[in-house]
């Protein structure tokens, strides 16, 4: 039996929510559980609805979706997964939003079977990472100060993982790259996770681009 997923849509147009929602809860395993107009709302319906995916506006009138995203991950033991919705993909608030915890972001243009896939992809604990976006962002906005990444202390097998992630591999894509099992590299990601803090693969390239460890004006190479 496919377990449902549980989702919150918050976005200040009602347009915007009306339009999610027959996207999403037209989906067998998708449940919208409930809907916000603004950031300040959703800590009382997080606790009492229990999402799993808050698809989050980035921008909206008195709390915006950076706030609202650093409230849920630092105050919450299992905060929900957040989806950033935004409409320009070089929106530097997005920048600020993947900083803040979010797991990825997606454009309010995106057709419907990619808004699903990506609510998907989040609830199953993976990011939404679109290395070239998340590097053109990161040049734009990121302040690149050295190899911070260095005090983590990061094997040299990690730092090839931690490469190849920020180009956008999967787990399985990886150990083929590298002629590794998958469990391996799966250990290999998460010792980076660890090591850097980073809460999932997402923070974990942002730090990287962000500390000089991979230059974000130049595509990553492992």
Not at 177 to 198: M, Q
């Amino acid at each position: 039996m496919t377990s449902m997923i549980g989702l919150l849509l918050v976005d200040d147009e009602e347009l915007v929510r009306a339009g999610l929602r027959v996207i999403l809860d037209a989906e067998p395993d998708l449940e919208v559980r409930g809907e916000a107009s603004d950031g300040s709302e959703v800590p009382g319906l997080v606790r009492r609805l229990e999402p799993d995916v808050v698809l989050m506006d980035v921008r909206m009138r008195d709390v915006d979706g950076i706030a609202a995203t650093h409230h849920l991950v630092t105050t919450m033991v299992r905060p929900p997964r957040v989806l950033v919705l935004t409409t320009f993909g070089n929106d530097g608030y997005v920048y600020d939003a993947l900083q803040a915890g979010a797991t990825g972001f997606l454009l309010k243009r995106a057709r419907p079977a990619e808004i699903v896939q990506a609510v998907r992809t989040v609830a199953a604990g993976e990011s939404l990472l679109f290395p070239a976006a998340v590097r053109d962002l990161v040049a734009t906005r990121g302040r690149c100060g050295g190899d911070a990444l260095r005090g983590a202390g990061l094997t040299d097998r990690e730092g090839e993982v931690l490469r190849w992630v920020a180009r956008g591999l999967s787990n399985a894509e990886i150990a083929r790259e590298l002629v590794l099992g998958v469990e391996t590299v799966k250990t290999h990601v998460g010792n980076v996770l660890a090591k850097l803090g980073a809460r999932d693969r997402t923070q974990a390239v942002v730090a990287a681009y962000e500390s000089g460890f991979i230059d974000p004006h130049r595509p990553p190479t492992p």
